[in-house]
């Protein structure tokens, strides 16, 4: 799969799982769709996506064997790099820890490296 569609799998997991998960109505730029999506982010998206498939690919497959809270986890550190990258002075939401980050957004992390592993198939 190359960067361009790994990215937009990375967007349309993230937006079916913030359906899923969010509590109440999402705000707009929770869903808003690949077209719309910024440059920066489409690009963040992609470098992820990257991660977790070579992730996948030096650990031989086994990284499938991780908890479903350990493939969120990985997800969310990759994607607080990717703030760090893209802003100067992210938001404390951007760059939360783990444990800080509400529970539909760990469901949905969890929800993008289990995406990726199926797309390696």
Do not use: N
């Not at 999402?26 to 992820?48: C, F, I, L, Q």
């Not at 100067?88 to 289990?114: C, H, M, N, R």
């Amino acid at each position: 799969m190359s960067k361009h569609h790994g990215a937009r799998l990375f967007r349309e997991t993230w937006i079916s799982s913030v359906h899923k998960y969010f509590p109440g109505e999402p705000k707009p730029g929770y869903v808003t769709p690949w077209d719309d999506t910024p440059e920066w982010e489409r690009e963040a998206a992609g470098a992820v996506f990257d991660q977790v498939r070579q992730f996948l690919e030096v650990s031989a497959g086994h990284a499938t064997r991780l908890t479903r809270e350990q493939k969120g986890r990985f997800v969310a550190t990759c994607w607080t790099a990717q703030m760090f990258k893209h802003f100067e002075d992210p938001k404390p939401g951007y760059v939360a820890d783990w444990s800080d980050l509400p529970e539909w957004q760990q469901e949905t992390d969890s929800d993008i490296f289990e995406a990726i592993e199926g797309s390696q198939s």
